[in-house]
């Protein structure tokens, strides 16, 4: 059991600092939910299944979903696909990586 325990927290590490370092907005949103369903698996070990079901069902679906909307009504939703004038918007103050 602890090696799984292990195994999450490495991962929600993880995606914890990924969350830091992406410059994607929906690179960061997926981590971001990575983060919030590791919890939620941690919670379920500890026998908290009340509290695993609203911090997946807040945490990682209600505030992903609320801030995917946000980004699409921003306009910062897309993903570079390598064509040229279709570029996504960067983090502010971050250069692309190379």
């Given at each position: 059991?602890?090696?799984?325990?292990?195994?999450?927290?490495?991962v929600?590490?993880?995606?914890?600092?990924?969350?830091?370092?992406?410059?994607?907005?929906?690179?960061?949103?997926?981590?971001?939910?990575?983060?919030?369903?590791?919890?939620?698996?941690?919670?379920?070990?500890?026998?908290?299944?009340?509290?695993?079901?609203?911090?997946?069902?807040?945490?990682?679906?209600?505030?992903?979903?609320?801030?995917?909307?946000?980004?699409?009504?921003?306009?910062?939703?897309?993903?570079?696909?390598?064509?040229?004038?279709?570029?996504?918007?960067?983090?502010?103050?971050?250069?692309p990586?190379?």
């Open positions: 059991m602890e090696w799984l325990v292990l195994i999450i927290v490495v929600m590490l993880g995606a914890a600092v990924a969350v830091l370092l992406l410059q994607h907005y929906l690179a960061v949103l997926a981590a971001w939910s990575v983060v919030s369903l590791g919890l939620s698996v941690l919670f379920v070990i500890v026998r908290a299944p009340d509290v695993a079901m609203t911090e997946a069902a807040i945490g990682a679906g209600l505030s992903s979903v609320l801030f995917a909307l946000v980004l699409r009504r921003v306009g910062l939703w897309r993903i570079d696909t390598g064509v040229p004038g279709d570029a996504v918007k960067k983090l502010p103050g971050r250069e990586q190379r």
